[in-house]
């Protein structure tokens, strides 16, 4: 559905004539005149207004009843007053109902000081009480999850959380039990309130009824800072607010911005701050020395790694990953390609199409932008979860389809929590993504004969493409969509996840893509296109600023000619082979086998892990998002601006600085004459932006200023104009090798949780979540290999096996099963009863929700 | 129940009641051999929707379930067009003193049923439920007795009557709150959900049920429409006052050595019901103070009887018609034990969601036990009639007024009585050991 247009009216409040958008509601309308309407139930984040709470009373000309100014739409010459008499009593009286019951604990209450009741009581109430009876009495504090605890007597009963629950993220836990003023909000049985998205609840609360429980006690408003900047751990980049006491972040807030996250933030992100102060993070460099890695002083091992890289040459490979800032990407780059002298540079461990096509994915005419899912005619999720790979779109698709009333097709091997609200979700093999992108191609493009082929050797059916196509088209869903497209172009959306295109048949894929896009005509228009879930954080940023095997800034012909370069999919082999010998690992994580296989390893990390503890050779420590200065590029392009919050902690330098003094030190062993040789000349933050908004055409002319709090989306810009040309399809496209038949006829899907990642591991509140491994089958499937919930089984693959729990879903096709691993590769693969183990099994954490 | 009707003096017909304590009324052929069913095959016969809504904008009907709002006016509001559209009828009737609609379902349930499928064929309805208060579960069996009969006989269902016309009707069960009459909290308890009342606007003719137009009315109003047609609008826009069209059923309780349901035209004395219908209160005993339509009216006096019985004479009063349950109350009673019974009753059933009508229910409630128990001051009837104010124009729906309307209309008008409650009890009770009890701790939350 396109965006609604806008009509500018004049109404009066308080006697100033203002210009407002017609039908805004009067409490937004009026604060266009700087007038101030109090609210507390009000909160458009959620939807249409509940008029619950009843501050926002206010006179309207011609209306004898006072009127909810959150639920009356602005009109043309509409006359308003907020400071009569009547006004005033009708306001006082609110804040004396909502008092008489209010334990009014100020002074043990987390929210004070930042708490809308003080302020509307200071600002609306009268400012004395009647009420001389016994108030209403709770059992109080209690959990209401391991992260949020409740007050019930501090509750005004506003319905923000239960809306949020049951209208935004739409867990529907949270619920109102009983009536009247003995009201309370509860899940339904009791059961702790444990989702995705539970902590923006606390945020919501206007009053200290709902608090963090990682929070509770540890800080007053005016003993904290507050600082701006972008959370990196996942590629959805939420603006946030860092408080900060005594340079220790303490909590999280959203920065709500529009067009990244729509205020809100998962739990991941609200609550992961933990990690930066906890003892097992690395906070000074280490090298191995007698087998186990020693604190050293960062003159040493920066020598060491210099001296290593320098040694290796084009024998060493570079790999980055996770929230690697656009400058670290670029400076990596120029010190593998510059100092060291290697090709070999990536940031997609699981490889991916080459330049041209990268490209042409990325291409500025076909991209998405975050708000285009919630005004598109269509959206299509392809190849992702979106609650797990970049959980905040989660919350923008629900809201498109709820409120504007997108139509969604959901296609995945692995079932969706979206599943429930698409109008057509359709499965196909794990692994399969391009034989499906070939086969939708194939049926918009009215191929017909290729689709059965097609369909077939993804792992699904003709009715269910049909399907798709009939969501994207606008035509009823089994009506029996046809491939032509008479009703015109739509605002379509694809959300792909990388993973699509990763693998060894990743450019075939980006093809499929491709066409699938030239088909819906997506290129060039406003309002529709292709939106990327990157698998790293700045998984874009970093393609941009170079960090690509093939490309280099912009996506440039890489400087090094023709020789050949190792990408992270080759990684292994490289190293196995021999033709690499040492690696350095920028914020990238690699599986032990590989490690192994190195001579050398550097690791650039926040967290050891068994793997690096067993064979890094140095380890660098890296910044914590919190402390980091830069700029990262969102999947829908926009540059974003990171800026530290805190100071480093322990011996942790900046990454630009790390990487310019390696840099340094590289060249200078390259080149005795010249002691100057590799110096990249940054001495500072800002000097790396410089440098890399140089280098990369697409970011030319920006500065930091500009970015500012809200970023820059770089395809809107002029500048755009110098991305790398590239076809974008159609191509002619072949059968891809069909769904592998196993002889144990289970095939292994893998996903990622939300709750993996060392950061939520790191943090104590959040280490309950932590996913236990387990293996999602179909019942049909567990009764034929006698296994049942619960049991504990191997799930062997090409020799590798891992234990897990199983977990019964009826949504999982018949014939595979998903575990949760970055170990394991798409596959056949079995499944097997593990032998007893001794000791009770180890209690489910809370069901982690996926 | 006796059925009367009565007209300044002289007798009318009565219309709704007509033959009510026939034998068998309550089965298909019985209604049929009386008439029944006639008014509807001659609105599918010969009559368009738009014919039907005349007929019904002309009989000056005007909703029995509390509101007064002219039905015919409500049924023009619902939008044209090709989509699903819902007829509710209200049968939740939970207002104390009120039991006219649980009279009529349990002995005419087909006047009912075809009242409402002319009236769905009015409003371009296709979906039809009637919302019963749970407690009603002999007369949500007789309906739905009455409904499988009529839809044996092709009166319900496809194809109506062999017209073209369609309806599905379905008889649903409430489960015990007063707030589901609230035509919203209705809309929101039949969908499954919480019965909160829902923010207006929107109305439910424009986003009911599912968010489709919707047209809710009262039991005793949909009842009405098959006469109406049999009589013609304007015929029946004869009976009773100008502004006050028909008959209407009242429901008399309290201090009358007669209570009970009767019928009476629009316009009637209000003495004539009291004394007359329901013979007044015991022997020796005087009409204290009475409300003309369920408690949640402002409370009328001795002084008031003589005021017509109409939805205009008894606004000018002060009061208002409402739900039309007359409920006496003699001078046998103390008002203190009234307005605290009363208070209980809506603090019980607010829904809680907004603040003026949550808050306020208890703190009155909490002042009145004070009264109650001599803990209080005559500056408290200060208080608690500011809270009344406070609370009446300011909720979201109009159960709070309906607590704040008659209890500030008791404080107003039984002020020295309040008084000298507060004077005796506090004789009675001059340490305050007495003490209204404090609410316990209300739940053992979840997790610890
Ligand atoms: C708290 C509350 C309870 C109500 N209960 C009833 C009820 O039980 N039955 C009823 O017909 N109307 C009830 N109403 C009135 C309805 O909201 C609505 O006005 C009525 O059903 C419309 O029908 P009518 O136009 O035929 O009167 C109630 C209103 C309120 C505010
Ligand atoms: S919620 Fe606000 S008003 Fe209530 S105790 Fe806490 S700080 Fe005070
Ligand atoms: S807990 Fe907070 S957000 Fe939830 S209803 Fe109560 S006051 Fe509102
Ligand atoms: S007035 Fe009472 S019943 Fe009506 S919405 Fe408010 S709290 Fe609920
Ligand atoms: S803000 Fe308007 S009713 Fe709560």
């Known amino acids: ?850 | 129940m006796s059925t009367t009707t009565a007209s300044n003096g002289e007798r009318a017909q009565p219309i709704l009641f007509r033959g009510i304590d026939e034998e068998g009324l309550h089965t298909l052929e019985v209604y049929r051999r009386r008439g029944g069913y006639d008014s509807l095959k001659r609105v599918l016969d010969a009559m368009s929707p738009a014919d039907v809504l005349a007929e019904l904008q002309a009989s000056g009907l005007r909703g029995r379930g509390g509101a007064g709002f002219q039905m015919g006016k409500k049924v023009s509001f619902m939008p044209a067009g090709q989509m699903d559209k819902y007829l509710i009828c209200n049968a939740d009737e939970s207002e104390p003193g009120t039991f006219k609609d649980r009279e009529l379902m349990q002995k005419s349930p087909h006047m009912l049923i075809e009242g409402m499928i002319i009236a769905a064929y009015a409003a371009g309805a296709n979906r039809a439920f009637i919302y019963i208060r749970g407690e009603y579960q002999a007369q949500a069996d007789i309906l739905d007795a009455a409904l499988v009969e009529a839809q044996a006989e092709g009166l319900v269902g496809e194809r109506i009557l062999d017209s073209d016309f369609e309806l599905t009707l379905v008889v649903h069960r409430g489960a015990g709150a007063y707030i589901c009459g609230e035509e919203t909290g209705l809309l929101d308890s039949l969908e499954g959900k919480r019965g909160n009342p829902r923010l207006k606007p929107p109305f439910p003719a424009n986003q009911g049920l599912y968010q489709g137009p919707t047209l809710i009315n009262n039991v005793e109003t949909l009842a009405t429409v098959p006469h109406i047609i049999r009589m013609g609008g304007a015929e029946y826009a004869k009976v009773g006052t100008e502004t006050s069209t028909g008959t209407k059923l009242v429901s008399v309780s309290g201090n009358v050595q007669r209570p009970g349901n009767y019928e009476v035209e629009l316009g009637t004395p209000s003495r004539e019901i009291i004394y007359g219908l329901a013979g007044g209160p015991p022997e020796g005993r005087t009409v204290k103070l009475w409300f003309p339509g369920g408690s949640s009216a402002p409370v009328l006096t001795g002084d008031d009887l003589d005021v017509p019985y109409d939805f205009d004479a008894l606004a000018k009063a002060g009061s208002m018609l409402g739900s039309g349950a007359i409920i006496v109350v003699d001078d046998s009673v103390p008002v203190v034990a009234v307005a605290l019974k009363l208070a209980k009753f809506y603090k019980h059933e607010s829904c809680g969601k907004c603040t003026p009508c949550r808050e306020g229910t208890r703190w009155t409630v909490s002042m009145l036990e004070r009264v109650d128990n001599g803990l209080a001051t005559p500056m408290d009837l200060d208080i608690m009639a500011s809270v009344q104010e406070q609370i009446i124009g300011n909720c979201l729906c109009v159960l709070g007024d309906a607590m704040a309307m008659p209890i500030g209309s008791m404080v107003a008008k039984f002020r020295d009585e309040f008084e000298a409650h507060i004077e005796a009890a506090r004789t009675r009770n001059p340490f305050g050991d007495e003490q209204p009890s404090p609410d316990p701790v209300l739940v053992q939350g979840a997790a610890a």
């Not at chain 1, 003080?118 to 109430?125: A, K, N, P, T």
């Not at chain 1, 499965?427 to 493009?445: D, I, K, N, Q, T």
């Open chain 1, 1 to 850: 559905m396109p965006r609604p247009e806008i009509h500018m009216i004049t109404f009066t409040v308080d006697g100033r004539e203002v210009r407002a958008p017609e039908n805004a509601m009067l409490v937004d309308a009026a604060k266009l005149g700087d007038v101030e309407i109090p609210v507390f139930c009000y909160e458009p984040k959620l939807g249409q207004p509940v008029g619950a709470c009843r501050m926002c009373l206010v006179e309207i000309e011609g209306i004898p009843k006072l009127q909810t100014g959150c639920s009356t739409p602005v009109k043309d010459g509409m006359v308003v007053i907020t400071q009569s008499e009547r006004v005033k009593e009708a306001q006082e009286a609110i804040v004396e109902f909502l008092l008489v019951n209010h334990p009014l604990d100020c002074p043990v209450c987390d929210k004070g000081g930042e708490c809308p009741l003080q302020d509307i009581s200071f600002g609306w109430g009268g400012g004395r009480s009647r009420f001389i009876e016994p108030k209403r009495h709770f059992e109080k504090p209690l959990a209401l999850s391991p992260l949020i605890a409740i007050d019930r007597e501090r509750c005004i009963l506003c319905y923000r959380c239960v809306r949020f629950s049951q209208e935004i993220s739409e867990d529907y836990q949270l619920i109102l039990a009983e009536r009247s003023a003995d009201t309370y909000v509860s899940t339904f049985d009791g059961h702790p309130y444990v989702a995705p998205f539970s902590g923006n609840i606390i945020e919501l609360c206007p009053v200290g009824a709902l608090t963090s429980q990682p929070y509770r006690f540890r800080a007053r408003p005016w003993d904290i800072e507050g600082a701006g900047s972008v959370c990196t751990l996942c590629p959805a980049q939420c603006n946030v607010e860092l408080t900060v006491r005594d340079e220790r972040v303490l909590r999280v807030l959203a920065r709500q911005h529009p067009g990244v996250d729509d205020g809100w933030l998962c739990d991941k992100g609200r609550f992961a701050y933990q990690s930066v102060h906890v003892d097992e993070r690395i906070t000074r460099p280490m090298v191995r020395e007698g087998g186990e890695l020693r604190p050293v002083s960062w003159e040493r091992a920066l020598d060491e790694a210099a001296g290593a890289l320098g040694r290796a040459g084009a024998q060493s490979a570079v790999l980055a990953g996770g929230g690697a800032t656009n400058e670290e990407g670029y400076l990596l780059q120029r010190l593998a390609r510059e100092a060291v002298g290697t090709p070999h540079v990536d940031s997609r461990a699981g490889g991916g199409p080459g330049r041209e096509l990268a490209a042409a994915l990325g291409a500025p005419a076909l991209q998405a932008t975050v708000p285009d899912l919630e005004h598109a005619h269509a959206v299509l999720v392809l190849e992702t979860e979106p609650v797990d790979d970049m959980p905040i779109v989660d919350l923008r698709i629900r809201k498109g389809v709820r409120r504007n009333r997108v139509r969604l097709a959901v296609a995945t091997p692995r079932p969706s929590s979206l599943d429930r609200n698409a109008d057509v979700s359709v499965r196909y093999a794990p692994g399969c993504g391009e034989a499906f992108v070939a086969a939708l191609s194939a049926m918009l493009g009215g191929e017909g004969k290729n689709v059965d082929e097609l369909a077939s050797s993804a792992g699904t059916t003709v009715e269910a493409l049909r399907g798709v196509t009939g969501v994207l088209r606008g035509v009823e869903v089994g009506e029996g969509a046809t491939g032509s497209d008479e009703a015109g172009p739509r605002d379509i959306v694809i959300l792909w996840g990388e993973r699509l295109t990763q693998g060894r048949r990743g450019a075939a894929a980006a093809r499929g893509l491709l066409n699938v896009a030239a088909r819906l005509r997506l290129g060039g228009r406003e309002g529709a296109g292709l939106l990327e879930v990157p698998v790293a954080a700045n998984g874009r940023g970093l393609r941009e600023a170079g960090v690509l095997h093939d490309a280099g800034p912009g996506l440039s012909e890489p400087p090094h000619g023709e020789m050949a370069a190792i990408d992270g999919l080759e990684l292994p082999d490289g190293l196995a082979r021999g033709d690499l010998t040492t690696l350095l690992l920028w914020d990238a994580e690699v599986d032990a086998a590989t490690l192994a296989a190195a001579g050398t390893v550097i690791a650039h990390a926040a967290f050891l892990t068994d793997a690096l503890r067993a064979h890094a050779t140095v380890v660098l420590p890296a910044e914590s998002y919190a402390e980091k200065e830069g700029t990262v590029t969102h999947p829908d392009g926009r540059v974003q601006r990171l800026r530290p919050a805190i100071g480093r902690q322990g011996g942790v330098r900046p990454g630009w600085q790390v990487l310019a003094d390696l840099m340094a030190r590289v060249g200078a062993t390259q080149d005795p004459a010249d002691p100057g040789a590799g110096d990249p000349r940054v001495l500072t933050g800002p000097m790396a932006s410089r440098q890399l908004f140089e280098a990369v055409p697409v970011y030319a002319g920006l500065t930091l200023e500009e970015l500012g709090g809200r970023g820059v989306r770089w395809p809107a810009r002029e500048q755009a104009a110098a991305w790398p040309r590239a076809d974008a399809g159609p191509f002619g496209l072949e059968v891809p090798p069909g769904p592998v038949k196993a002889n144990g006829d289970l095939r292994l899907g893998t996903f990622r949780s939300i709750w993996a990642g060392p950061e939520v591991g790191h943090s104590p509140a959040l280490r309950f979540l932590v996913p236990k491994p387990r293996v999602e089958m179909a019942p049909a499937d567990a009764q034929r290999r006698n296994v049942t919930q619960g049991d504990h089984v191997t799930v062997g693959h090409n020799g590798a096996a891992l234990h897990a729990t199983v977990v019964l879903r009826d949504a999982v096709p018949r014939g595979t099963v998903f575990v949760e691993t970055d170990a394991l590769r798409a596959g056949p693969v079995d499944v097997r009863k593990a032998p007893p183990r001794a000791g009770p099994p180890a209690p489910d954490p809370a069901e982690a929700p996926s």
